[in-house]
């Protein structure tokens, strides 16, 4: 293991399904939530050789990242790019990763393509949205309310769906007339905009499951998915760079460079000290957050 000084660490919903016990991993009580850090090595144990103390570095945890100090599988590390801020790090790790991992890996998707994402203003959806104008997509961005719409289109999104206020299927194919639908869902969302969205699907469209921030797991009919000949493809990026932890680094190694070459950028728009750890929470819970919140450790909230 190594262990890590934290710098930085993003709140995501699933720390707050994670908190209220409704999350696939259940950890014991009590813990401490937080997934995504970024800091610097101070110390390795035993059998460490990749990362030496003073190391920049960012890290997925199961949990335990809302702390000043964190020990960590060292298999679990990523270098941090050069020039990187900490803060940055930590918010893209999961959701950028998640959203590259979707977009590229599972939907394989293709420049000219049409993305629909809902959700587009969350941590996710911003990212998917980003992601997607930076690989050549079509990106058409769906939203609760105006304030979060904009936040979508100032991501890159080309179309704009205020779902709480049009009916979406029929503006999605108002939109792609062309196509008769879209040719990726990005659904982070799940709950009652589900059925409509796979409504949505273009022929062999693809349908990718990222969560139910909506608060409930949609019932998807299965004679939607044969009349359209669409996948329905799920997305588990944690299990995934477990799994193939080479080509995780790899796409997170594109995700850096997207982020210097300014094509994708961080999303954060509020900071917290670690002592607001569960306001922080709350506002995700709330859905009230646009784009990403850090929690940064109280030693190093003089330069909020």
């Keep these: ?64 990242g809302f702390a000043e100090k964190v020990a960590c599988p060292e298999s679990r590390l990523v270098p941090m ?29 293709r420049a000219g393509e049409k993305l629909l994402v809902l959700g587009a203003a969350g941590g996710c959806g911003m990212a998917a949205v980003m992601l997607g104008k930076a690989m050549g997509l079509h ?4 939203a609760s309310t105006p304030d979060k719409l904009q936040a979508a289109k100032d991501a890159g999104a080309d ?5 709480t206020k049009e009916k979406l299927k029929a503006r999605v194919k108002a939109l792609t007339k062309k196509r008769g639908g879209v040719d990726i869902v990005f659904d982070p969302v799940g709950s009652t905009y589900a059925e409509d969205a796979l409504r949505c699907m273009a022929w062999n469209g693809k349908y990718l499951v990222i969560g139910f921030a909506g608060g409930s797991i949609p019932k998807i009919p299965a004679n939607l998915v044969l009349l359209k000949s669409c996948s329905l493809v799920g997305v588990f990026w944690g299990n995934w760079i477990q799994r ?3 080509e995780g680094l790899e796409n997170m190694m594109e995700i850096s460079e997207m982020l210097k070459e300014g094509k994708i950028n961080s999303m954060i728009s509020k900071v917290f000290p670690l002592h607001q750890t569960v306001q922080a929470l709350e506002e995700i819970d709330n859905r009230t957050v646009i784009g990403k919140v850090v929690v940064v450790p109280t030693a190093f909230t003089s330069k909020l």
């Design 244 to 246: 193939k932890p080479l």
């Design 81 to 109: 790019p050069d020039g990187m801020e900490f803060q940055t790090a930590a918010a893209s790790l999961m959701v950028c990763g998640t959203a590259y991992y979707a977009l590229k890996q599972r939907a394989q998707a």
């Design 159 to 163: 179309e704009l769906i205020q779902y």
């Design 1 to 64: 293991e190594v262990l890590i000084e934290v710098r930085a660490c993003s709140v995501n919903f699933p720390d707050v399904l994670l908190v209220a016990g409704k999350y696939q991993a259940k950890p014991r009580f009590p813990f401490i939530p937080g997934s995504d850090i970024a800091g610097v090595v101070l110390a390795t144990g035993p059998g460490c050789k990749m990362y030496r103390p003073g190391a920049k570095v960012m890290a997925m945890m199961p949990h335990g």
């Design 139 to 142: 990106v058409i961005a769906a």
